[in-house]
C-alpha cells in the first residue's frame, strides 16, 4: 500500500533526512522517499504491520504536521 504524506513546510535539509531516518527503523514501512522542496512524504508500506494514522503519528511525534494525505 502507497501513502503520500503533505507536510507542513520543512525548514531544512536535514528535517528532511531525520523523518527518513525515522521511517528506516519503523516495522512495516517497505520504502519511503521525503521530498524536501514540496515537502511530502512517499512511503511504501504493508498494511497488516502498520497504518496510516500510526504513520502519521510517527511523523508528528518527530515533530512534523501532517497537514493531507492522498
Ligand atoms: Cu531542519
Keep these: 500500500?502507497?501513502?503520500?504524506?503533505q507536510l507542513e513546510?520543512?525548514?531544512c535539509p536535514s528535517c528532511a533526512s531525520?523523518?527518513?531516518s525515522i521511517l528506516?527503523?519503523?516495522k512495516g514501512v517497505l520504502v519511503s522517499e521525503?521530498?524536501?522542496?514540496?515537502s511530502k512524504v512517499k512511503i511504501e508500506f504493508d498494511p497488516e504491520v502498520i497504518?496510516?494514522?500510526?504513520?502519521?503519528?510517527l511523523v508528528e511525534k518527530?515533530?512534523?504536521?501532517?497537514?493531507?494525505?492522498?
Design 51 to 57: 497504518t496510516v494514522e500510526e504513520l502519521e503519528r
Design 18 to 20: 531525520k523523518i527518513g
Design 62 to 70: 518527530a515533530g512534523y504536521k501532517v497537514i493531507g494525505r492522498r
Design 34 to 38: 521525503v521530498l524536501f522542496t514540496s
Design 24 to 26: 528506516k527503523q519503523t
Design 1 to 5: 500500500m502507497k501513502v503520500t504524506l
Design 9 to 11: 513546510q520543512l525548514s
